[in-house]
């Protein structure tokens, strides 16, 4: 489990389409991602990385800033991102 001594780092994003999208790490296929920027938690989701429907129950409808004023919205959901190929 992650604590919450974990530093806040600013949101990374990808951009797809010309929308913004929050990057969710996670260390391994099937495995929790880290924690959810918009909703504190982590998710669980699937094989394949790639965009994926937000999962947070809590933080619905926020918006994040990234680091170069890149709005990230909690509607359009997030990209999974895998650290290490299986
Ligand atoms: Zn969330």
Redesign the pocket.
């Given at each position: 489990m992650l604590t919450d001594r974990q530093p806040a780092r600013p949101p990374r994003y990808e951009l797809h389409d010309g929308s913004a999208y929050l990057v969710?790490h996670r260390d391994r296929e099937l495995g929790p991602t880290d924690r959810?920027?918009?909703?504190?938690?982590q998710?669980w989701h699937g094989e394949g990385d790639g965009h994926r429907v937000?999962?947070?129950?809590?933080?619905r409808g926020r918006t994040l800033i990234a680091a170069d004023g890149t709005k990230l919205d909690?509607a359009a959901g997030?990209v999974i991102r895998t650290r290490k190929a299986a």
């Open positions: 969710l959810c920027p918009f909703c504190g938690k998710h937000a999962h947070c129950v809590k933080g909690q997030y």
